[in-house]
């Protein structure tokens, strides 16, 4: 049976009730789903694998019954599947497992288009129309009763209705003991979002926020209007960015503090300039922050008027230390998520040290699972003997998930 819960509008959760293998067919119901946009619903799926070890023995690999994903007349039908890497001699490794998820169908049975959107040049675009997916794989930790996630994954695929089977991403997981019941069942999740790459927010606050932003980065000194900005800031390539004092106060209370202080202190000054058009000087204050580059300071800014970031992946480093200095917990949990996706055996060290400096616990336990997990291919590079000696309690910590133990090379 497939229970849905809906928790609210935006940002749905929707549980797809258990599934236990089993070799006969199981038709799935389905129910159909209607939300503002794709992406205010996150689906999740569970798969129960009952007698795992013995399962495992026997099959060279197995999938799980079909679920439905109806949402907004876009019918889709889902699988995971449950495949072995073999070793160089031939045999299959039982640890770790390669855990796919695969698109087995999916149907549009309409669009819903706007009144803004409903012209001949938009509805032939629907034809060009791609389905971004965002997926995250967990197993159940029975040990602490919560779901032990990983990373989550992202690609994109056709929108148009196709009955092939579409691979759409695999992970690498390891079964460990925890993840064992007592009658050697497993617990499999998967977390599924959509969203189109035509879905528009023409009428929401960001969308709104990112525009005003836009316009008071366009506009020359000259040009500066009493409406708009009333603070620059300043970066350590001497680039200006005017913004709006109470949007950046509002967002973080460590602007909210500099910007009350007296001018002359915390590198504030003020500046008079004359706006076009006008005959009276107007103030403008500014704030020398010489510890963040034009691109970090760009996207900070663009996070604090519209909760998003461009190009996050190539300054998830230094916005997640600048999150943290000018106490922005939404824009560092953005990037703790893009970090733990780029984990790998040359820099999970260097990501354990930022996430403790930084203390971010979310990126912490990522790169320990990881370690947990891959320590036969993590080598003791130069990074480990850094933390070693200015961080040894870390060290330390990362040994004891299975470091130290199972690597002799950062013995």
Request: proline share 3%.
């Amino acid at each position: 049976m497939m229970n849905y819960h809906m928790a609210n509008c935006m940002n749905t959760w929707l549980h797809i009730g258990e599934k236990v293998i089993n070799p006969v067919k199981v038709k799935t119901a389905a129910m159909e789903l209607f939300v503002h946009q794709v992406s205010d619903a996150v689906f999740k799926y569970t798969w129960v694998v009952k007698n795992y070890s013995k399962f495992v023995a026997a099959h060279e690999g197995f999938d799980s019954p079909p679920f439905e994903v109806n949402i907004n007349g876009m019918h889709t039908k889902w699988g995971l599947s449950i495949r072995f890497w073999k070793g160089t001699d031939g045999h299959r490794l039982l640890n770790p497992i390669v855990l796919c998820l695969n698109q087995i169908s999916r149907k549009n049975v309409f669009q819903i288009i706007s009144d803004d959107d409903f012209n001949e040049s938009s509805v032939m675009s629907q034809h060009n129309k791609k389905i971004h997916i965002s997926f995250q794989f967990g197993l159940f930790n029975h040990s602490n009763g919560q779901d032990d996630p990983i990373s989550v994954t992202s690609c994109s695929l056709p929108a148009q209705s196709s009955q092939d089977l579409i691979s759409v991403g695999f992970q690498e997981v390891f079964i460990k003991k925890r993840h064992l019941d007592a009658k050697g069942n497993i617990i499999i999740m998967v977390k599924l979002q959509m969203h189109s790459n035509e879905e528009k927010e023409k009428h929401t606050l960001s969308n709104d926020m990112q525009k005003m932003m836009e316009l008071i980065q366009s506009i020359r000194r000259e040009d500066v209007d009493a409406s708009l900005p009333d603070i620059v800031i300043l970066t350590a390539q001497g680039e200006d960015f005017p913004v709006h004092r109470h949007i950046m106060a509002c967002r973080s209370k460590v602007f909210a503090e500099l910007f009350e202080s007296p001018v002359g202190t915390n590198g504030h000054t003020l500046h008079k300039i004359l706006p076009r058009g006008a005959s009276n000087f107007m103030n403008v204050h500014k704030f020398d922050m010489d510890d963040l580059s034009k691109e970090c300071l760009q996207q900070l800014v663009n996070y604090a008027y519209t909760d998003r970031v461009k190009g996050l992946d190539a300054h998830a480093n230094a916005l997640l230390a600048a999150a943290e200095r000018y106490a922005l917990p939404g824009l560092k949990t953005l990037c703790a998520q893009s970090l733990a996706n780029t984990i790998q055996p040359g820099n999970v060290a260097n990501l354990l040290l930022l996430a403790d400096r930084c203390h971010c616990h979310a990126l912490k336990q990522k790169a320990l699972s990881y370690c947990e997990g891959h320590a036969k291919r993590i080598c003791k590079n130069l990074a480990w003997k850094v933390m070693e000696v200015i961080s040894p309690k870390l060290f330390q910590e990362a040994c004891e998930v299975g470091l130290g133990d199972s690597s002799p090379r950062l013995g």
